[in-house]
Structure formats: C-alpha cells, structure tokens
C-alpha cells in the first residue's frame, strides 16, 4: 500500500452564492520518499489537497489514507494525534509564534504532545535547529530573524517530532529567489534523508525540483513529469 | 499537552497583555474583598455577640414573669403594672425549687428619679431605668471600670451604664468615676407632698458596657426601699393621724426573676419547669439565636451584594477571553496545526481564565486579610477607649478565605468556558487565514 493514498476525493466550498469545487474527484498515490510538487493557480484546490493530506481538513466524499491512517473517518483526537507526530508542516508565511523564541517554537509540537520533560524537549528542539543551521539563533524572536532564517525555524518546528511526511504549502512564498532556494534545498535534503515530501507551488522552477510535479485546476489533478 | 504546560503557557499568555489583565484581576479583586470582608465583619459580629452573651450570662439565662408569652427582650423590660401575676419572695422560692439552676433573684426596675448629681453636675434622668436585684452572681454585666455590686456596698453601691459615664464627661476614663459620690433626687410627681423623699445618697463602684439603654444598678432591697413612701395623713373624721406606707413593689411585685441556669443544655428544662407553675419563662438563648438569624440574614444580603461584584468581575473575564480568543486566532491555528486537540485549546483557555480568577480570588483574600488588620487597629482603639477588654474583633476566617478562593477559581474557569469553546471550534484552516 502507497504511503499516502487518496481516492475520490471531493470538497465543495460556497463563496456566496457560488459553489467551487476544490476537489473534484481526486486520486494520488505517493509512495514513501517521494518528493512531489503540487502546482496549480490560485484557488486551484492545491492547498485544499494539502490540508485534506495534512490532516488539518476533510474530505466531503472520498478516502485518504496516510502511513494506514484513515484521514477521512479520524476524530478530532486522532487527527491532532496525526498533525502532532506523522507530518510536519511548513507554510508560506511561517507562522511562527510571534511572542516565543526559535527554539520555544521549535519544541511546541513536543509540548502540545506532552512529549517527556522539558530538559529533554530542549535537547530535541536544539538538534532540530541545527539540522536546520540555527541552532546559535535559539533564543532570538522571530521578528530578529531574517525571513529565510523563519522559515527554517519553521522547518526544524515540522522535524522536532521525526515525521515521515513533510507538507510545504508555498514555503517560498515570501522569500526572495535565493533565500528560497536556499529552504528548498534544506527540503530536499530532508527529503534525501528519507522524509516524503510535499510541495505546493504556483512557481515553476520549484515545481521543477520535485520527482513528480501533480498539476491541480478547478479541482482535478493531471500529473507532469517530474525531475526524475 | 501537561497540565503544568497549560498553566505555563496560560501565564505567559496573561502576561502579554499586562494592563488588561491586572483590570480583570482588579474586578475580580474588588468582587473577591467585597465578599470576604462583609461575610467576615458578619461572622465577627455574630462570634463578639455572643462571646459578649456569654460574659454576661446571657446563654445560660431565663426570666420569669407574671405574663406569660413574653419574649425575652420584653421580659427583660417588664414593668409589673398589676395585670400579670406578681412575682414575689414566694414565686421566688417555688422557682428556685425547679431543678438546674445555678442562682436566681428577684428583680425590679424604677424611674424614681427625676436627675443624678456627680460632681456638682446635675443630669436628667429621661430614660434611664434603675434596676434592682441581689447581688448573687445571677447577674452579671460587662465592666468597663471597677467591680460588680456585692453585699458590702449593700444601700449605697451603684452601677452606672458608660453612656452615662460618657454624658458625665468621662468617656475614656471610666475608672476615675469609681468611688464618687452620687445623689439621685426623687421626682416631685412621686405620691403626695408629705411623701417628698429626700435625695438618696449612692457612690459608684462600678461602669457596665451600654447593651442599648441607659441603666443604673443597686442592691435589691434598697430597690424595694426607694419605692417605698411613708407619709402622716389624716384618716379619721376627728383628725387623728396616721402612718401610710405606699410601696409599688408591694402592690404589682417584683417585675420579674432572673435565673442562671447550671448548664446551657438544661435552659429549655429549666423553661418548661417554669412555664408548668403557671408563670412566663423566656430565655436569653433566643434572643442570641434572633440576633444570630438576624446577622445572618444581613451576611446573605451583603454577601449577595458582593456576589454581584464577583458576577460583574466574571463578565469582566469573559470580555479578556473573548478577545483574546479574536486577538490570538492565527496561534490558534498555528496551535492546532501542529497537534493541539480541540480540547487541549479549550482547556487552555479555561485555564488561563481560572489563573484570572485564582489571582483575583487570591489578592482579593490579601486585601481582605490587610483590611481586617486595619479596621481592628481602629476598633481597638475604640474597644480601648471603652474600657472593653476584647481586642482584634474582626477577623477573617480561613475558610472564608479558602471558598472565595475557590469560587473566584470557578468563577474565572466558568467564565472562560464559552470563549474557550468558541477558541476549540475555530476551523484550524480559516485560523490560520486570520489576519
């Protein structure tokens, strides 16, 4: 069985009197390791896939299933469990934690999963910031760091608990091109770790990156081929 | 997430905003002292009433009358006018054949008098009863200065009330009046002109603690001799003269006995004992529990009225939740995203919401712990100045202090209930939108 696994999957918002369908009968497989951008224009469904994948949304109609997790059927609980420790993710505008240190944001999926003492809680958050080249910037806010700097505090945020799914929801978003490229290549290396990543990207030259590059419009996915 | 996490972070949370939290606490303060201080001052009140009933014997008191159904207050002020049964040297001894008691005396009151000297200064005597009654231990006041009447002060020992002390100028110094010579002069009203008494001679041993009235005190025969009038009259067709004696004791008898009673437990015997030969019985006991009920009752209504400061303080708490929540809506999504449960986000909110109110609660019992040092410093003053020996009458008592903290905690959780259900419900994905 693939490590994600959608199939027909189907979510229907109204914007006023409209309906958009932002999944149309999705079907995507990815396998363990995998590295795939998903690309498309905005309101395309791209992030709504995302989301259904990340456990943070669920499908109207259709199964998703990751790492033999039921995304579509799981509780509130489940779900939680799942954002907390399975997946990490990685937004276009970092959402850090304005008020909290790099490593208090790093370490906060291990506090909300009441995971072991904050000793050791540290000791993690620290090993993640320097996977990520940060760990002299542990105490710094978010707003004394650079915005490439963020987003890889954000990135050792989705790594402090060992996932094995990476979801980056245009991590490039707001970065100039080098800085972005500098994230991408942390993802990739990630990725060549063996984290299974996911990108969504409406930027071509990212999208060109990835092993297998899944288009999305109007809800319905097409896949190119990828760099591989 | 741990409890002491949520407790962290809920701090932390607080203190972010500063100004507003030390508002919310401050409500949540002013509800908290409004509670405990007038549900202390009630509770003092009650505890110095009846420590003071004690003092005088008041508890383990009962008076009889010829009318019964009186209640206590009324007993205590009965003035024998012939319509009841009298009370005399008799009913006394048929009393005092009942069971349990300790001691009893006759008891009588008068307004012979129309003024008091002390010093060259005359003052009226409007409203003020002389009560007379064996000094035998039955009754008992509570002394601001000198000693009780006793047998060797017998026809000339006087007790006098300290707002009398006070009208006399000697508010304060109660104890230099002990040994003055006092002169009460009879009222021109009293019986014929032959009768006219000459001005009794008495020297105070004694000032009692005011318990509402003005009151002087003397040994029961003397008593019975002021109200006693001797007179020559005419009584024949041919002139022949006589002696008449008029005594109001005699004629209505005594207007009552006061019993101490050996044990508190035995008063409602003794009661039934007394009420069964036919004649009136209250007990000082009731009159305690009334006032008691009394307290009470004015505890609940200020309490209520603290209640609603606590109420409005727990709007206060909402209104903070509320906001935060709107304020802290992308962290809530952020939270959730990376593995907040629903109920870890409720949870937080109550939580923070029940910090609000555990440190109002708390620096509300500090406050109120502050105040009462403070009245009591005052009060002291005032219990000093007369001549009473309690000191530190108010006081907070720690459960009190323990269930306001408790409550205000509740208060805080329960108020914070709703903005915290509605920070759980948010969609993580349209949080996360929020800007």
């Known amino acids: ?228 | 997430m741990k409890f002491s996490d949520q407790f962290r972070t809920g701090w932390r949370n607080l203190s972010r905003q500063k100004l507003r939290t030390s508002l919310t606490i401050f409500a949540i303060v002013i509800g908290a002292v409004s509670v405990t201080v007038m549900l202390s001052l009630v509770t003092s009140a009650k505890s110095f009433l009846v420590s003071s009933a004690e003092k005088t014997g008041m508890d383990k008191r009962v008076i009889v009358t010829g009318t019964p159904g009186l209640d206590y207050r009324e007993s205590q002020w009965n003035w024998p006018d012939g319509s009841g049964k009298k009370i005399d040297a008799e009913v006394l001894a048929a009393v005092q054949k009942v069971g349990n008691i300790e001691s009893a005396t006759l008891y009588v009151t008068s307004n012979m008098f129309d003024s008091y000297v002390v010093d060259g200064r005359e003052m009226t005597m409007k409203n003020v009863g002389v009560e007379g009654y064996t000094p035998n231990g039955t009754i008992k006041h509570i002394l601001v200065a000198g000693a009780e009447l006793s047998d060797a002060v017998k026809g000339s020992g006087i007790l006098i009330s300290s707002d009398l002390a006070s009208d006399l100028g000697f508010k304060g110094k109660e104890a230099e009046l002990i040994g003055k010579d006092m002169t009460l002069r009879y009222r021109k009203d009293m019986g014929p002109p032959e009768a006219k008494k000459s001005d009794e001679k008495a020297k105070i041993v004694g000032v009692t603690m005011s318990e509402g009235g003005s009151m002087m005190s003397v040994d029961l025969e003397w008593s019975v001799a002021m109200q006693t009038m001797t007179w020559q009259e005419n009584s024949g067709p041919n002139g022949q003269q006589s002696t008449r004696t008029e005594s109001q004791v005699d004629r209505n008898g005594y207007s009552s006995i006061w019993i101490t009673v050996s044990n508190k437990e035995n008063v409602d015997a003794v009661l039934a004992d007394v009420q069964k030969l036919g004649y009136g019985a209250a007990a000082g006991k009731e009159e305690i529990d009334t006032q008691a009920t009394a307290f009470t009752i004015i505890g609940a209504v200020l309490g209520g009225i603290g209640g609603i400061a606590l109420l409005v303080a727990a709007i206060g708490v909402i209104n903070t939740m509320v906001m935060a929540t709107l304020e802290r809506t992308r962290e809530i999504g952020i939270m959730r995203a990376i593995g907040a449960t629903k109920k870890t986000v409720r949870r937080l909110f109550r939580v923070e919401a029940g910090v609000l109110g555990f440190m109002g609660g708390l620096f509300g019992v500090l406050v109120s712990f502050g105040f009462a040092i403070g009245l009591n410093q005052v009060l002291n003053k005032q219990l000093e100045d007369s001549g009473i020996a309690d000191r530190d009458i108010v006081s907070i008592s720690p459960q009190i202090a323990l269930v306001v903290l408790i409550i205000t905690t509740l208060i805080g959780m329960l108020a914070g209930s709703l903005p915290a259900r509605r920070a759980a419900n948010m969609d993580p994905v349209e949080a996360l939108r929020y800007e």
């Open chain 1, 1 to 228: 069985m693939a490590f994600v696994q959608c199939s027909g999957l189907k979510k229907t918002y109204t914007v006023g009197d409209e309906e958009v369908k932002a999944l149309d009968n999705v079907s995507l497989t990815v396998e363990k390791g995998d590295f795939i951008a998903i690309c498309g224009p905005s309101g395309s469904g791209k992030s709504t896939l995302a989301n259904v994948i990340g456990g943070l949304d669920q499908p109207d109609e259709g199964s998703v299933m990751v790492d033999g997790i039921d995304l579509a059927k799981a509780k509130d609980k489940a779900l939680s469990e799942y954002r907390n420790s399975h997946i990490g993710f990685v937004f276009q505008s970092f959402n850090l934690q304005a008020h909290e240190s790099a490593l208090e944001n790093v370490i906060s999926p291990l506090t909300i999963g009441g995971v072991g003492k904050k000793k050791e809680r540290r000791e993690r958050g620290m090993k993640a910031l320097e996977r990520v080249g940060l760990s002299d910037r542990a105490s710094h806010k978010p707003t004394q760091l650079s915005g490439g700097q963020r987003q890889r505090v954000a990135i050792a945020r989705a790594l402090v608990n060992d996932p094995q799914l990476i979801i980056a929801d245009e991590p490039t978003g707001n970065l100039d091109s080098s800085r972005g490229a500098d994230v991408i290549n942390e993802l990739k290396r990630l990725n060549a770790e063996g984290i299974t990543l996911i990108i969504i990207t409406h930027d071509a030259s990212v999208a060109a990156q990835a092993k297998r590059i899944i288009e999305i419009r109007d809800g319905k996915i097409s896949e190119k081929a990828g760099a591989q």
